[in-house]
């Protein structure tokens, strides 16, 4: 069974850091793209950043570029979210998400985690 | 960009056909992908390539895509679909490549 586990959220003051994990367990980590996508209170989803299974390849959003760098620990099956320059509007739930099979850039994600809050706040 | 515009909500009786469109400028080109998210839950994906169901999702659940509007569709519908729902496309341009989420539709079960 695909387990996804976000941990590293929490109260951060404008203009801080944060670095966000995700363990994934249940299949075979170094094969899947990733993802993480935010849902701000009350709001819908919004995709943050996606890398690819080698971790050479990555993607962001307009909104977290420059500021927020997404790895990868294929030892240690576990998805990374560097969050720096931190701003109110980056207030979410955020989840880690899995690609699907055979799509080293995933088209869509398959598996979600159940997030974790990070809340920008002075 | 790439913009997907959903209707905030839709309602239907216990037994009867949702529909929920997602609509984007020559949507019908795109593969489009739809996720269920009930309240205090993660999401989860329902329907994948417009039309196909991951398993363990019911054949109450399909999706079409053509033209600038794609559909999920839920037949029979029950107390237990009551949840956000939010549609997906993957876009291109140059060498950018982003996930494009709609605004999510609330589906509520009268």
């Known amino acids: 069974e695909v387990q996804l586990l976000e941990s590293g959220g929490g109260l951060v003051q404008p203009g801080g850091s944060l670095r966000l994990s995700c363990a994934a367990s249940?299949?075979?980590?170094?094969?899947?793209?990733m993802c993480w996508v935010r849902q701000a209170p009350g709001k819908g989803l919004e995709w943050v950043s996606v890398?690819?299974?080698?971790?050479?390849?990555?993607y962001y959003a307009d909104s977290v570029k420059g500021r927020f760098t997404i790895s990868r620990d294929n030892s240690k099956n576990t998805l990374y979210l560097q969050m720096n320059s931190l701003r109110a509007e980056d207030t979410a739930l955020y989840y880690c998400?899995?690609?699907?099979?055979?799509?080293?850039?995933?088209?869509?994600?398959?598996?979600w985690g159940q997030g974790t809050l990070v809340t920008v706040s002075s | 960009s790439y913009v997907l515009t959903q209707p905030p909500s839709v309602s239907v009786a216990p037994g009867k056909t949702a529909r929920i469109t997602c609509g984007g400028n020559n949507i019908g080109h795109k593969t489009l992908y739809w996720y269920q998210q009930k309240p205090g839950q993660a999401p989860v994906l329902v329907i994948y390539y417009d039309s196909d169901r991951p398993s363990g999702i019911p054949e109450r659940f399909s999706g079409s895509n053509s033209g600038n509007t794609a559909t999920l569709t839920i037949s029979r519908v029950e107390a237990g679909d009551e949840a956000d729902y939010y549609c997906q496309v993957w876009h291109s341009s140059s060498d950018h490549r982003i996930w494009v989420f709609g605004g999510g539709t609330k589906l509520t079960v009268l």
């Open positions: 249940g299949f075979t980590f170094s094969s899947y793209a």
């Open positions: 890398i690819n299974n080698s971790g050479v390849s990555t």
């Open positions: 998400a899995k690609g699907p099979a055979q799509q080293l850039v995933p088209n869509y994600f398959d598996n």
